[in-house]
């Protein structure tokens, strides 16, 4: 059995490592396109996020010639409300809008978040970016020089997580610098599979809209994914921008990063299938340590999940290197907890596809399709 799991787990390096060089090939990519079309950016609100002022306020420092800041949110009474005011009274130079509307036109409540803005929105070109992102003034022309491509109609961004000061926040940003940034990459750049993250989607209106439109969006939970999914329907191309977005992750505790990955776990056996099993397989170190279980925790396994655990850090600490993390080197040393955290939260879409989101309780089907559960 010790030869098996040995081999499962240097399996799992080789697939981490063929990652690690995607993401490398992307970052070294050169690429310019002067584009200077209008862009309408619509921030949903919800709460409020870490950093959420200094986040927004990152948009208003654009160095573009021609865009609008769209925020919008479902009430007033939202404590978010507050900060996007003080932003638009701060901007007074910049083409800053809030929509408030508490329509719901489906299911998923980001959807109906930002509908109003969306048919609103005064460009072509949309920018749908998460509020708890923060962006230099480069943003858009590093993301839209993908359009060079005209067969590309949506181009997402690779996301960094940063500022983690507590041990959920730490988490957070080892999994989104090591196995989300480098599964961006390998998926949007190696396989026909769309990996489109609603951290950043810059996209154009004509083309959703000739696709389904954004109405078809409205009971999906995974609307980032179908967004790129609408586009290869139509023949179109999503696209990776090198250009990173920040994810600001300061205070979050476990519970949070649990519910997150548990819910993102879902949502990938529900869009993935036969791709979401091979996760399991480019997690060497769960692998390691299942199987120091199973053979009664005997010593040949130890070490090999003692050195697993070890060589897990260190790319991880390299693909720290690679993305430009803020991750000190010795908290590195937690990245294989966070790897045994991540294989037990793999099993859960098997024994329970029901998510909770934004206070509400939902089944989900193909693709996300969501189904609302009492």
Not at 294 to 320: C, E, H, P, R
Request: contains cysteine; hydrophobic residues 45%.
């Amino acid at each position: 059995m010790f030869y098996v799991v040995l081999v499962l787990v240097i399996i799992g390096f080789i697939a981490y490592f063929i990652e690690i060089l995607a993401l490398t090939s992307l970052i070294k990519q050169k690429l310019s396109f002067s584009f200077t079309e209008g862009v309408s950016i619509i921030k949903p609100l919800k709460g409020i996020d870490d950093n959420l002022f200094s986040n927004l306020e990152s948009f208003c420092r654009l160095d573009y010639p021609k865009y609008e800041l769209i925020f919008c949110l479902s009430s007033c009474t939202d404590p978010a409300y507050k900060i996007a005011k003080k932003i638009k009274d701060k901007y007074k130079d910049c083409d800053i809008s809030i929509v408030i509307d508490d329509t719901s036109v489906g299911l998923n409540p980001k959807i109906n978040n930002m509908f109003k803005a969306y048919m609103n929105s005064k460009y072509d070109f949309v920018i749908i970016s998460d509020s708890n992102v923060i962006v230099d003034k480069n943003y858009i022309q590093q993301t839209a020089k993908y359009l060079k491509n005209n067969e590309v109609s949506v181009v997402t961004n690779l996301v960094r997580g940063k500022g983690a000061l507590t041990f959920g926040s730490l988490l957070e940003n080892l999994q989104l610098n090591t196995f989300v940034v480098c599964g961006m990459a390998f998926l949007n750049t190696k396989t026909n599979i769309p990996c489109v993250i609603g951290k950043s989607i810059l996209f154009r209106k004509k083309d959703l809209e000739e696709s389904g439109g954004f109405w078809h969006l409205k009971d999906y939970l995974a609307e980032d994914f179908m967004i790129g999914k609408l586009a290869t329907d139509n023949n179109k191309k999503v696209a990776i921008s090198n250009y990173f977005v920040d994810n600001v992750n300061e205070f979050w505790d476990t519970k949070k990063f649990l519910n997150r990955h548990t819910r993102w776990a879902k949502m990938r056996y529900k869009i993935g299938r036969f791709y979401y099993l091979s996760e399991l397989l480019s997690n060497p170190v769960f692998l390691a340590l299942v199987g120091f279980i199973i053979s009664g925790f005997s010593k040949d396994f130890l070490y090999l999940f003692v050195g697993s655990a070890i060589f897990k850090a260190m790319l991880d600490y390299y693909t720290g290197y690679l993305v430009g993390s803020d991750i000190k080197s010795i908290y590195y040393f937690f990245s294989p907890i966070k790897d045994i955290i991540i294989g037990f939260i793999w099993f859960v879409p098997f024994f329970n596809t029901k998510v909770y989101w934004r206070g509400k309780k939902y089944l989900m089907g193909k693709n996300t399709l969501l189904i609302e559960s009492k």
